[in-house]
């Protein structure tokens, strides 16, 4: 079936830095990818949607200014938490299109 | 906006229980999707459906889509099986964002 990779599965930075978070379709073509996130005990929220070279939408509460997404190419969609504060740790979930949405691993972000 | 809710939230077992989610949703969807999280928190896809049933394997999933209402049935459970089982619903066209239920917190005992 589809596979979603998302790299680094983990990471931790230290308040004020910036990460980047990819998401790639291995073996299909994604013209929508989501990002999602969710915290401890609670459920995934849907931060936003990013089409391939468009700008992303992102849901009501998410700034976009601090969450950079690109969707550069049909494979590979990026989400850059931009200044992170120990709020944003988080787990980040995408998931890819392609008649089905296709989930990735997560990454856990924890800032320090 | 979609309200997704699911039932129990959490539920403890023993191994070889018929085991039943529930999930109800407050709009009408073009899909809704069964998925679940193991504790290291990654997700996988378990069935998307928008009308009947499907089954693959000890797993059955069912949809009325007149009540707004969605099961998801465990036959035979195992140990393996305990994880958060989560419905989405998908409200707009297939590539459309989910909207979760908060997930329900399967265990099953040996």
């Known amino acids: 079936g589809a596979v979603v990779s998302q790299h680094p599965s983990r990471v931790i930075c230290k308040s004020g830095t910036s990460v980047k978070i990819e998401c790639r379709s291995l073996d299909f073509q994604a013209t929508t990818m989501f990002w999602y996130r969710q915290f401890p005990k609670q459920s995934l929220m849907l931060m936003a949607t990013?089409?391939?070279?468009?700008?992303?939408?992102?849901e009501q509460g998410v700034e976009k200014d601090k969450f950079l997404i690109n969707h550069a190419s049909l494979t590979l969609s990026t989400l850059t938490v931009t200044s992170a504060h120990p709020e944003d740790s988080s787990f980040y979930i995408c998931?890819?299109?392609?008649?089905?949405?296709?989930f990735g691993p997560g990454t856990r972000l924890l800032v320090l | 906006k979609n309200e997704v809710e699911q039932s129990p939230q959490n539920l403890t077992a023993q191994e070889g229980e018929f085991i039943t989610i529930n999930c109800s949703y407050s709009?009408?969807?073009?899909?809704l999707h069964w998925l679940q999280q193991h504790p290291g928190g990654g997700i996988v896809s378990l069935f998307m459906l928008s009308s009947g049933k499907k089954k693959h394997g000890r797993l059955i999933a069912t949809i009325n889509i007149q009540e707004k209402h969605s099961s998801l049935h465990i036959t035979a459970s195992h140990p393996r099986d305990s994880a958060v089982y989560i419905c989405?619903?998908?409200?707009?066209?297939?590539?459309?964002?989910?909207?979760f239920g908060k997930g329900t917190h399967l265990i099953i005992q040996p």
């Open positions: 998931s890819a299109w392609d008649s089905y949405q296709y």
């Open positions: 989405a619903a998908n409200s707009g066209g297939g590539a459309d964002g989910l909207t």
């Open positions: 709009v009408g969807i073009s899909a």
């Open positions: 990013s089409n391939e070279g468009s700008k992303a939408t992102y």
